[in-house]
């Protein structure tokens, strides 16, 4: 019989659907000083964005039953891959689950930015009617370029031409074959897009990817939106892009330090924000414990 620890919460159907397939399911978290003697018991874990499985936890677990780490999600930079796979531990994530969910914030974020929607909001709460005030742009005619075509960009690529916008994209392997949209290089891309959608994983080799050097080739007036990893993006770089009004706007769904401490960012007057909610949906939480359980089902057979 195989034990499952799930530290960050799952989805009360996955779990259920792991305990009638015979697996012995833990809904508990660990502080990271616990964690890796805990595991010791555990043949999986599952964890969202809270727990990080570092080299220490994982060194600290390899002598035990520990197998499998599944990351109910996409990126798995809280995970040491090379460490758990020196340590003969299989990562696995869920990749397939919520693109449309993010797909449809980035979306929702760059209509918050191009309409006032954020801003406006709270003012008319405050009791202000700046009717005259909020002149945005329209999504039908811009150029969005999305910087990562993997599942969310596609996803993403695809609702944004039914509003009627032009892509054209930029990814880290090259051209994408079975898409019709214009590849650029990355300069190119940056010079010629009104919006830019940042969908890729954080190399902490490479640093951020969007800073100084790279808003400056932005378009005047262009708006960058992030749902993709905090570090991706330089965030007092982009302050000074907003300040300076080199950026019209900007939305923003994670942030280089979780829970966000940048406050001068989340409250700048052209600024959508959301707290880490991409997947934060219905059906792609659904999606995602389906998934898990799958991962699980498929590694122990």
């Known amino acids: 019989m195989y034990n499952i620890l799930v530290s960050d919460g799952l989805q009360e ?15 508990k978290h ?11 018991e555990y043949d999986a874990l599952v964890i969202r964005s809270a727990t990080k499985v570092t080299r220490d936890v994982l060194k600290a677990a390899k002598d035990g039953k520990l197998k499998l780490v599944v990351r109910a999600g996409v990126g798995v930079d809280n995970i040491d891959v090379i460490a758990a796979s020196e340590f003969g531990i ?7 689950s ?25 003012t008319m709460r405050n009791g202000e009617w700046n009717k005259k005030k909020y002149e945005g742009v329209e999504l039908s005619g811009k150029t969005l370029g999305i910087i990562g075509m993997g599942r969310i960009g596609k996803a993403l690529a695809n609702k944004a031409t039914a509003l009627g916008m032009k892509i054209v994209y930029n990814d880290a392997f090259g051209k994408v074959n079975d898409i019709e949209y214009e590849f650029l290089e990355l300069n190119q891309l940056l010079s010629v ?3 830019i959608s940042l969908h890729v994983p954080y190399d902490k080799n490479a640093g951020s990817l969007i800073g100084k050097d790279e808003l400056k080739i932005m378009k005047d007036g262009s708006y960058l939106i992030n749902c993709a990893r905090g570090k991706v993006v330089d965030e007092e770089a982009l ?34 924000c959301t707290p ?3 997947a934060s949906t219905m059906e792609a939480q659904e999606r995602i414990g389906d998934e898990v359980v799958s991962v699980i089902k498929e590694f122990f057979n």
């Open 13 to 27: 159907k996955a779990i259920n659907n792991l305990l009638n397939l015979g697996f012995n399911v833990t809904d």
């Open 30 to 40: 660990y502080d990271k000083d616990e964690l890796g003697e805990a595991l010791k």
């Open 90 to 96: 299989t990562v696995r994530n869920t990749p397939n």
């Open 98 to 122: 919520s693109s449309d969910s993010v797909a449809e914030l980035a979306l929702a974020h760059m209509f918050a930015v191009a309409r006032f929607v954020g801003t406006s909001n709270y």
């Open 193 to 195: 897009s009104d919006f």
């Open 239 to 272: 302050l000074e892009a907003l300040d300076s009004g080199k950026i019209a706007g900007a939305g923003i769904d994670v942030f280089e330090v979780e829970p966000n401490t940048n406050e001068a960012l989340v409250n700048h007057p052209r600024v959508s």
């Open 276 to 278: 880490h909610i991409g």
